[in-house]
């Protein structure tokens, strides 16, 4: 014994323990001590990496994983084996030592868990050093696919998905940037991230690449740990921007769901002028037809059947009601009970607001009829028009309502109130327009509540 104390942080053979090379030293005193905090900050950011998902928060997404992903490059640092190290010599050689040994003796401690594992095309015309990268890229984990041209490229993307496609710049007959340059023009194949490797070392090479739309370009000789990061940061980036599209299109539906109950609610002129920031929503229409319905004999049949069948009749009728609203291009406001209501001419005006209007009220009066045919039931409705002017606006601030107010729809409901059950009672004024289009028949002298005597008429039907 010569009595010299054993330095464990002198790795040169002399100082070795017998049996016992430079790595062995790292294993039994680098490694513990690097491999706990980097294995605490690895689980650490992996934590804070889901919370960041159920949050969909993706912003903290994409910081965490630049600090997971440089945890992750150095501790496969610190814990690449000595054979895996005779590859990367190998692999910056360009070449294979005779029977390919350090392909077959490579070691299997190397920590394949680490980052997210893919899908991998990897296009080389040297099949030496094709190999060579399949091999690093498989012992990382990754399902790696290998094609010599570009155009055995493009026949093996037609039959498989991938997740990252790794090219040489120099192939046989199509180079790297034209693989690059197809696949970033078709449909299909444009959201596969792509990485170029090349032995020129340039920076105009790099950047005629980025702007080609390669994600990423790594110069030979290739680091097989610098290759392991720069391939689980592209496929994290594939993965975060799928979350970010599912998330989109997510939002996409949500927003065309909100947009369907808005105009379920509201006129779509109306909608789109609160979506554009108006707080205060009121217009004044000068020529506007409104009409009141109730369905006489609802009250009775009410007491008869159950609530799931009232609730379900009424449904029926006031959706065929819907659907002739949309037919005559009219716009329902709301319904109380077993009324109705509906008014032409507004929120876009239009001159034949009254015989819209009417043919509607008419259109009405069919649809009972045919509900009393198919459920054996013998209801009627009252119907009151009148024309006039009017205010409309949205009120609310939760549950908002377009509504109509003025001295015409209190007279429209008065026609309706003071109306007769299976006829379409109408002002005077409303009759003015109407009469060359439309029968009728006179009633006497009403005496209406806040109006006084009126003239009134029933709307009989169409002149042919």
Request: hydrophobic content about 40%; charged content about 25%; overall charge negative.
């Amino acid at each position: 014994m010569s009595g010299k104390k054993f330095n464990p942080f002198d790795i040169s053979e002399k100082q070795s323990p017998k049996g016992s090379g430079a790595d062995n030293l790292l294993q039994i005193y680098v490694r513990p001590e690097l491999n706990k905090p980097l294995n605490r900050l690895i689980g650490r950011c992996e934590l804070f990496l889901e919370r960041a998902r159920a949050k969909d928060d993706i912003d903290t997404l994409l910081e965490i994983q630049k600090i997971l992903s440089t945890a992750k490059y150095l501790h496969s640092i610190v814990n690449t084996s000595e054979q895996m190290r005779h590859a990367k010599v190998e692999l910056e050689l360009g070449h294979l030592s005779p029977g390919g040994n350090a392909l077959d003796h490579a070691s299997s401690q190397q920590d394949s868990s680490i980052g997210d594992c893919g899908s991998l095309l990897v296009v080389d015309r040297d099949p030496k050093l094709l190999r060579t990268l399949k091999f690093i890229l498989e012992e990382q984990g990754h399902t790696v696919t290998a094609a010599k041209s570009g155009e055995e490229a493009l026949a093996v993307l037609h039959t498989n998905e991938f997740d990252l496609v790794l090219t040489d710049i120099t192939l046989a007959e199509m180079s790297g940037i034209q693989l690059l340059t197809f696949m970033k023009t078709d449909m299909l194949w444009r959201e596969i991230p792509v990485i170029i490797l090349s032995g020129v070392n340039e920076p105009n090479t790099a950047a005629r690449c980025v702007q080609a739309g390669a994600e990423d370009y790594l110069a030979k000789p290739v680091d097989p740990v610098l290759l392991q990061a720069r391939v689980t940061t592209c496929l994290e980036k594939k993965r975060l921007r799928q979350l970010e599209q599912g998330y989109l299109s997510q939002l996409q539906v949500e927003q065309e769901k909100s947009e369907r109950l808005l105009l379920n609610i509201l006129p779509a002129p109306i909608a789109e002028r609160l979506k554009a920031g108006e707080s205060t929503i009121a217009d004044h229409f000068p020529a506007v037809t409104v009409l009141f319905a109730d369905i006489a004999g609802f009250t009775k049949l009410a007491a008869q059947i159950s609530p799931v069948e009232l609730v379900k009749s009424l449904n029926e009728i006031f959706s065929a009601f819907d659907r002739l609203a949309e037919k005559h291009d009219l716009e329902k406001i709301k319904t109380i009970g077993d009324a109705y209501m509906i008014v032409g001419g507004l929120p876009t005006p239009r001159l034949d607001h009254a015989e819209a209007v009417a043919d509607m009220a008419l259109d009405m009066q069919n649809e009972i009829r045919i509900f009393n045919s198919s459920h054996g039931t013998k209801l009627s409705i009252r119907i009151g028009m009148h024309s006039g002017a009017v205010v409309a606006g949205v009120i609310g601030q939760k549950k908002f309502s377009y509504d109509l107010w003025g001295d015409t729809v209190n007279t429209a409901n008065r026609m309706e109130t003071y109306g007769q059950a299976g006829h379409i009672q109408v002002t005077d004024t409303t009759h003015q327009l109407l009469k060359d289009t439309f029968t009728f028949s006179k009633r006497s002298k009403l005496n209406v509540k806040g109006k006084g005597d009126m003239i009134t008429y029933l709307l009989t039907g169409r002149r042919a």
